[in-house]
Structure formats: structure tokens, C-alpha cells
């Protein structure tokens, strides 16, 4: 039996955000995109003006700061996709560093639909060869031999992994820690 890897990754990636990610963004504020869950979590900042950027340490500390919706959503648009849309499908420009965050929640949720639905483009437009060819120089040189499919699932388990830290400090915020 054919397995149409392409449509099975995709899948997987678009049952995550059509039921679970999309729906529990729904009526996020600004205050609470940047709500401090705890002191001193990590959060997005404007470091000169009009121009915003996450906490960040490097190394990062052992175990890692909590982090605002902010940093988490911005994380996943900036990081996971926006960048990874730029290096692997446009002009290998774009980094981290080189890209205003998001910090209000309309923004947010229009660029990560955005970079969704491009990702997901992209991602449709490979064949299984372009799956399996190799990843090459667009990430850090442990992903050089890997199939590109290797970088699409990681994504994947990213985009789910945050969004659904995501979803639980919605939840804590609802139910009063915010207030």
C-alpha cells in the first residue's frame, strides 16, 4: 500500500491546530499574552522603540525560566515558523534576532495564522523526494544529513509542545492566577 507521507505529516500538523491550538487562542487579550505567571518569567520586550525582542540567556539556565504566553506564542511564530519559512522556502535572510515580536494578541494570532498556513503550503508543495532530500545548511549542522520530513515532525512536536504550555497558562490565568 502507498503512503502519501506528505498528506500524513500535514495531517498531523492541521488536526493539532483545527482542534486544539486555533479554538483555545480564541479571545486572547493583550493582558493576558503578557501576563507574568510567575516572577521574573521570561516575557517579549520592546528593547528600542517599536521594536521587540524575548528573554533569552545563553547558555540558557538549567532549568529554564517560565515564560509568558507572549514569549511562547512568539516562540512558535518567530522561531518554529517564520524563520524556518524564510531559510528553507525564501531568501535564508530572516533570524531571531532580525524579526520584531509579537505583542499584542491580534498581531499574534494573525502572524501565527499566517505563518501556518504558509508552512502548511510549503510543506504540501514536496513530493517523497523532497521530504527525504537533506535538510542541508538552512539549520545548525546537526540537522545537515537529516530528511527534510525529520525537520517537518520536529516542528510538529514543537508547535504542539508549546501550544499546548500555551493552552495550560490560559487555563491558570482563567482561573484567577492572572487576576
Same mark, same amino acid.
Given at each position: ?9 500535514? +495531517?498531523?500538523?492541521?488536526?493539532y491546530?483545527? /482542534? #486544539?491550538? *486555533?479554538?483555545?487562542?480564541?479571545g ?6 503578557l *501576563? ?7 516575557t517579549? !520586550?520592546?528593547?528600542r522603540e517599536?521594536?521587540?525582542?524575548? @528573554?533569552? +540567556? $545563553?547558555p540558557?539556565? @538549567? ?8 514569549w511562547?506564542?512568539?516562540?512558535? $511564530?518567530?522561531d518554529?515558523?517564520? =524563520? !524556518?519559512?524564510? *531559510? ?6 530572516? =533570524? #531571531?534576532r ?17 505563518? /501556518?498556513?504558509? *508552512? ?16 542541508g545548511?538552512?539549520e #545548525? #549542522?546537526?540537522?545537515? @544529513?537529516?530528511p527534510?520530513?525529520?525537520? $517537518?515532525?520536529?516542528?510538529? !512536536?514543537?508547535i ?6 500555551? +493552552?495550560?497558562?490560559?487555563?491558570? /490565568?482563567?482561573?484567577? /492566577?492572572?487576576?
Amino acid at each position: 500500500m502507498a503512503v502519501n507521507w506528505t498528506g500524513e505529516v500535514l +495531517a498531523q500538523l492541521q488536526f493539532y491546530w483545527e /482542534y #486544539s491550538l *486555533w479554538p483555545r487562542l480564541e479571545g486572547l487579550t493583550d493582558e493576558e499574552l503578557l *501576563w507574568k505567571p510567575v516572577p521574573d518569567a521570561w516575557t517579549v !520586550r520592546e528593547v528600542r522603540e517599536g521594536w521587540h525582542q524575548p @528573554d533569552v +540567556a $545563553v547558555p540558557e539556565p @538549567d532549568p529554564p525560566p517560565v515564560t509568558t504566553i507572549a514569549w511562547r506564542l512568539g516562540h512558535i $511564530v518567530v522561531d518554529v515558523l517564520e =524563520t !524556518r519559512i524564510n *531559510w528553507h522556502f525564501g531568501d535564508r535572510t530572516a =533570524t #531571531s534576532r532580525g524579526i520584531d515580536w509579537p505583542v499584542t494578541a491580534t498581531d499574534a494570532r494573525q502572524r501565527l495564522r499566517h505563518a /501556518y498556513e504558509t *508552512w502548511s503550503e510549503h510543506i504540501q508543495a514536496l513530493d517523497e523526494d523532497g521530504l527525504a532530500a537533506p535538510v542541508g545548511g538552512a539549520e #545548525s #549542522s546537526q540537522w545537515d @544529513d537529516l530528511p527534510m520530513v525529520a525537520l $517537518v515532525l520536529h516542528l510538529n !512536536r514543537e508547535i504542539i509542545h508549546h501550544g499546548a504550555e500555551i +493552552a495550560v497558562l490560559r487555563d491558570l /490565568y482563567r482561573a484567577g /492566577y492572572g487576576r
